[in-house]
Nanobody, 119 residues
Framework: QVQLVESGGGLVQTGGSLKLSCAAS????????MGWFRRAPGKGREFVAS????????YYADSVKGRFTISRGNAKNTVYLQMNRLQPEDTAVYYC????????????WGQGTQVTVSS
């Protein structure tokens, strides 16, 4: 099992930026595909972005492509989500995930971090 702890959420105005971090720990944490998902109020869970264990391949939802960037730290056990040009529709709880593939989640989730974009 992989333990995941997110940080970096907050309140930002439309057009602003935030950077989320996810620290992974546990055996072989650095060898997993990592991803970010979000759940907006009254909506289902939505894929945002994912990155392979090596960091060489990334995937994005169409709604965030060109605005968000997912990356891994050098030790491969930290994942970041740089969010630029934020819009009110990006408001959601963002969850870090481990063990999935491309657009599908794995079984390990963080506790979530709130991102609120004011108009």
């Amino acid at each position: 099992q992989v333990q995941l702890v997110e940080s970096g959420g907050g309140l930002v105005q439309t057009g602003g930026s935030l950077k989320l971090s996810c620290a992974a720990s546990g055996r072989t944490a650095s060898s997993y595909t990592m991803g970010w998902f979000r759940r907006a109020p009254g909506k289902g869970r939505e894929f945002v972005a994912s990155i392979t264990w090596s960091g060489s391949t990334t995937y994005y939802a169409d709604s965030v492509k060109g605005r968000f960037t997912i990356s891994r730290g050098n030790a491969k056990n930290t994942v970041y989500l740089q969010m630029n040009r934020l819009q009110p529709e990006d408001t959601a709880v963002y969850y870090c995930n481990a063990g999935g593939s491309r657009y599908s989640p794995g079984g390990d989730w963080g506790q979530g971090t709130q991102v609120t974009v004011s108009s």
